[in-house]
């Protein structure tokens, strides 16, 4: 890959063998532990050391537009919008190919364990024959290959993504409100065989709110981002404000990317990329593809209920004192990032 003169050194550090231990009991799939990376101590499994100089040093387009976020904030919905209406609202292709192919999702090599088999709705390998999954990482190669223009997605922090990316190439960062993201992220962190959690909800929120989630913590993720929200080439955006008013938001991406879609156009997105449509098909929800080698049996399905605020509905009273004693502890970004919250 060649330099772009973004290269840096991410450190990684392994978690203390005490809350390694503990972690393991919980997350059957972190047999290895997990490892700290870069200033905000972001958590990934160990063998993400092979690609952070990578991610460092990965060559962003000009007509690139990176969807980014913590995960399960609403990146996937937004990278369905933002692919079709950038790729002349090709819906077409949009419902019979699957986002990940269309949408290549960047430090999936980090995250997807080696010894896994590797489904073609996530990456087909054999497009990449040259390319040693082991080593080279064959997400890094898709998101190289995808022509332009590629739509990519990220939940790296900007401290781990090159410095340049900004000057780069367009970002999209979508937040959510955390009581949301925690609720879902329990979800799919049972259904990914990738985490294979087996605790209830009161035991995920416990390692929720000691920042021992993958990719966590929440607070630096969100802060960095709003660090940077005056950019020009950065828009933010709030899932709960695509929940309430999606045709208002499409508008604002449509003047970001400057695709030049009629209200008309706009419209026609939005009910490509519904709630009810997403789930429906196959191209955004995984988990309607039949004996899915990474998908966990019985457990809610990858696109799952996109509501807003109700985890107010799944935390006990003890798990709501709990949780607001976490967000008393990003109490900065509280304050900085005006949230949209539904208070419990």
Aim: net charge negative; proline share 8%; aromatic share 12%.
């Amino acid at each position: 890959m060649a330099d772009n003169g973004d290269s840096f050194p991410v450190m990684a550090v392994p978690l203390a063998p005490k809350i390694q231990q503990e972690i393991q009991t919980k997350f059957g799939s972190f047999d290895k532990g997990l490892v700290e990376v870069g200033p905000g101590r972001y958590l990934l499994p160990p063998h993400c050391r092979l690609y952070l100089d990578k991610y460092a040093q990965f060559r962003f387009r000009p007509d690139d537009v990176v969807v980014t976020g913590f995960p399960r904030s609403g990146t996937t919905w937004t990278q369905e919008m933002v692919w079709c209406m950038t790729h002349d609202l090709d819906f077409t292709t949009a419902i019979n190919t699957p986002l990940r192919e269309r949408s290549p999702f960047l430090e999936y090599d980090s995250i997807y364990r080696p010894d896994f088999p590797l489904p073609s709705f996530l990456v087909d390998s054999k497009q990449h024959p040259d390319v040693d999954p082991d080593t080279t990482g064959v997400f890094l190669a898709h998101a190289e290959s995808v022509p332009s223009p590629r739509i990519i997605k990220t939940h790296l922090a900007f401290s781990i993504l090159p410095p340049s990316i900004l000057e780069s190439c367009k970002v999209i960062y979508v937040a959510r409100h955390p009581g949301d993201v925690c609720v879902s992220s329990y979800h799919h962190q049972r259904l990914l065989k990738l985490m294979n959690f087996k605790g209830d909800l009161e035991e995920f929120l416990d390692f929720w709110c000691r920042d021992l989630v993958m990719l966590g913590p929440y607070w630096s993720h969100l802060s960095e981002a709003w660090a940077k929200r005056t950019h020009p080439n950065l828009l933010w955006l709030y899932y709960e404000d695509m929940n309430k008013d999606l045709l208002r938001e499409l508008q604002r991406l449509d003047h970001f990317l400057a695709t030049g879609l009629t209200e008309d156009e706009l419209l026609q997105v939005a009910q490509h990329s519904s709630f009810a449509n997403m789930k429906a098909r196959p191209a955004t929800n995984y988990s309607l593809i039949p004996e899915s080698p990474i998908l966990t049996p019985g457990e809610a399905e990858f696109v799952r209920k996109g509501a807003t605020g109700d985890w107010v509905n799944r935390f006990t009273p003890q798990m709501k004192a709990k949780f607001q004693a976490w967000v008393e502890t990003g109490s900065k970004a509280v304050e900085e990032v005006p949230p949209r919250y539904t208070q419990g």
